[in-house]
């Protein structure tokens, strides 16, 4: 399977919120392999590449967190310039829309491991499969 598992933790915007959500998540031995924060006035989103997505979102709920599973995909892209663009300008010339994307910690070789959310993920791994771009499958995580 091509997709994987990104959960969103959506946490109060107050001191301490993230601290909290973070120790829930050592404590329960959960590694966080990708990471983005995004925030507003009152709230802000944790959207993560964990190693155990189906235990972090239940230990998440049972600590008092919103949190949703989205499906997401992994892209391989060169790390030099213009390596993004490339995978972009295919996206963009299928008329595909990237919702959000973030880098991992992930290497592949001397590549760079995005995350992106699409929002026809079918249509995205086809088009990414023709033009032999390599999406990760969720066993990379």
Do not use: W
């Not at 995909?73 to 829309?97: C, Q, R, T």
């Not at 079918?122 to 066993?139: G, H």
Request: proline share 1%.
């Amino acid at each position: 399977m091509y997709t994987i598992k990104q959960i969103s933790a959506f946490l109060e915007n107050k001191k301490g919120r993230l601290a909290e959500m973070t120790e829930v998540l050592a404590k329960e031995d959960i590694n966080i392999r990708a990471l983005s924060l995004a925030e507003n006035a009152n709230f802000g989103v944790a959207r993560m590449i964990v190693d155990n997505p189906d235990k972090c979102a239940r230990v998440l709920k049972e600590n008092n967190f919103i949190a949703r599973e989205t499906d997401v995909i992994a892209v391989e892209i060169s790390d030099k310039p213009g390596g993004l663009h490339k995978v972009v300008a295919v996206l963009d010339k299928a008329k595909i829309n990237v919702e959000y994307m973030y880098a991992t910690i992930e290497r592949r070789k001397n590549n760079a491991v995005v995350i992106f959310r699409i929002d026809d993920t079918e249509k995205a791994l086809k088009v990414l499969k023709e033009k032999r771009i390599n999406v990760l499958k969720k066993d990379v995580f």
